[in-house]
């Protein structure tokens, strides 16, 4: 496939909107693997969700 560099795809971020009784969370959530520690922190602290219940979470 020719000698240059690999082309390299850019997805944009998924921006995810949660309609709540008194508040709306907005998340934007990238599109990319792996995702850096310090990105899943915003992450969560976006959505307001601590790293013990994530895990809850992800364990059932």
Same mark, same amino acid.
């Given at each position: 496939?020719?000698?240059?560099?690999?082309? $390299? $795809? !850019?997805? /944009?971020?998924? $921006? @995810?909107?949660?309609? &709540? =009784?008194?508040?709306? &969370?907005? @998340?934007? #959530? =990238?599109?990319?693997? /792996?995702?850096? $520690?310090?990105?899943? !922190?915003?992450? @969560?602290?976006?959505?307001?969700?601590? #790293?013990?219940? @994530?895990?809850? &979470? &992800?364990?059932?």
């Amino acid at each position: 496939m020719g000698g240059g560099p690999a082309a $390299r $795809r !850019s997805y /944009p971020p998924a $921006r @995810l909107h949660k309609h &709540l =009784p008194d508040t709306t &969370l907005k @998340l934007t #959530v =990238p599109a990319h693997t /792996p995702v850096k $520690r310090s990105t899943l !922190s915003h992450i @969560l602290k976006q959505a307001d969700i601590s #790293v013990e219940k @994530l895990n809850t &979470l &992800l364990s059932d």
